[in-house]
């Protein structure tokens, strides 16, 4: 039984995890402490986790029913993501931890996102290639055991999401913009607009989204705020679909270079409705299982955080006390 905190961006979350089954899930969305701004700002994230990291733990403990003498180990993100974030979770699970003599199990984010596929119910076991898109991160993973990943390309600059949330920006739509544009994009035409294909002719699988908001960013210009207004719907819809191209032709090339039997999405992104089309319709032709974790398990929880620790190792007290959370999953330089 691993209790499970997960503070690395703007929301707060807890969860319980017995082996593979969720006990307790609690997501604490911070959105409407940052639409207000427009986008995340990381102070504001830290101060609001500061607030609601003890609450929410306690209420996983009582979804699961279980008291902290049931839990046997505390898993917790360490890296990547804000670091006035990740530092507010990462003391609470150590105090949880030090306070009972627990083990501590230090969780990788983006190993939560590909943990989250290991989950019931129907869990999907490796190997496979998971596509992984949200507001902070944009990567092809390769999976070829529980305890780890490999990532096979990434993106260069913009994260998908945040490209999303800043096109939607343009578009007068609120924070986070990637439901509301995904809605008026199914109001337009795709190909009203010549969008940039983006790293088309680079022969690897990395993926970047800043030429494309940029190509927005003029087409809004050119256009000025009543043609915006007028054809915001052809703009949705022509962005959406070049964004869905680029990550599935990388995805694409990604499976043509191995021998994977499956694929998995991720990350917020993973709720667009035209990309899970354009994958499941990838899957489908070349005869390969998709898993689709539901929406819950595809944004950040922490549900995702207790499935990776399962497979992690673990510090036993008190040599995690010293334990540092890093802002990137690149190793630490030496001292
Ligand atoms: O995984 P997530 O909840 O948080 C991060 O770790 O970033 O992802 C949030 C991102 C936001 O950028 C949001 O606009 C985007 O996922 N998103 C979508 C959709 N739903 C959420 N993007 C496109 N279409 C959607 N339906
Ligand atoms: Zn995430």
Redesign the pocket.
């Known amino acids: 039984m691993i209790l499970a905190i997960e503070t690395?961006?703007?929301?707060t979350c807890a969860a319980v995890v017995d082996g593979a089954r969720i006990l307790s899930n609690v997501i604490s969305s911070q959105d409407e402490a940052h639409a207000r701004f427009g986008g995340i700002v990381p102070e504001v994230a830290s101060r609001s986790h500061l607030e609601l990291t003890v609450p929410v733990v306690e209420a996983a403990l009582g979804d699961a029913a279980v008291s902290l003498d049931g839990i046997e180990a505390v898993a917790v993100t360490t890296r990547p993501g804000l670091i006035g974030a990740l530092l507010v979770g990462m003391s609470t699970a150590k105090a949880l931890a030090a306070a009972r003599h627990l083990p501590l199990i230090p969780v990788d984010?983006l190993q939560g996102?590909v943990a989250a596929n290991f989950l019931d119910p129907d869990p999907l076991g490796p190997p496979f290639l998971c596509l992984l898109?949200?507001?902070?991160?944009t990567l092809i993973a390769g999976v070829r055991d529980r305890e780890g990943h490999e990532i096979l390309g990434q993106t260069l600059d913009d994260?998908?999401?945040?490209?999303?949330?800043k096109v939607?920006r343009m578009l007068g739509l609120g924070?986070?913009?990637?439901?509301a544009?995904?809605r008026l994009a199914a109001e337009g035409d795709p190909e009203a607009f010549e969008m940039p294909v983006a790293m088309a002719r680079d022969p690897g699988l990395d993926f970047s989204f800043s030429g494309l908001k940029t190509a927005l960013t003029y087409l809004c210009r050119d256009l000025g705020p009543e043609g915006v207004e007028e054809r915001r719907a052809d703009l949705a819809a022509g962005f959406?679909a070049a964004?869905v191209g680029q990550l599935t032709s990388k995805l694409k090339r990604a499976l043509k270079r191995g021998d994977w039997p499956a694929v998995a999405l991720?990350?917020?992104?993973?709720?667009?409705?035209?990309?899970r089309e354009a994958v499941a319709a990838l899957c489908e032709d070349a005869g390969l299982r998709l898993k689709l974790v539901p929406g819950v398990l595809?944004?950040?929880n922490a549900a995702m955080i207790g499935s990776a620790a399962r497979f992690a190792p673990r510090l036993s007290f008190p040599e995690y006390l010293d334990y540092d959370a890093r802002p990137t999953s690149r190793p630490p330089l030496p001292a």
């Open positions: 690395s961006c703007d929301d984010h996102h898109a949200s507001g902070g991160h994260a998908a999401g945040e490209a999303f949330d939607a924070y986070p913009g990637g439901p544009l995904e959406q964004a991720g990350g917020g992104v993973a709720a667009n409705g035209a990309l595809c944004t950040d």
